[in-house]
């Protein structure tokens, strides 16, 4: 298990200048995380469009 510190950190320490960080909000089971994406794929989407698009 991570923190949201830790993500937050190692999220910081990637160098590429244009990155998505998305926060899922409401809960602390992980596999909530699993679920989302597929639950709210206009997340991804977005960042495909954003940054291949």
């Known amino acids: 298990m991570t923190t ?3 993500v937050q950190a190692i999220y910081d ?3 590429a200048e244009d990155n998505d960080l998305h ?3 409401g ?3 992980r ?3 699993y679920n989302y994406f ?3 794929p206009e997340v991804a ?3 495909f469009d954003k940054h291949l698009g």
């Open 23 to 25: 926060w899922i909000h």
């Open 31 to 33: 596999f909530d995380g």
């Open 13 to 15: 320490a990637i160098p």
């Open 27 to 29: 809960t602390d089971r």
């Open 38 to 40: 597929s639950e709210h």
């Open 45 to 47: 989407v977005a960042s």
């Open 4 to 6: 949201p510190e830790a």
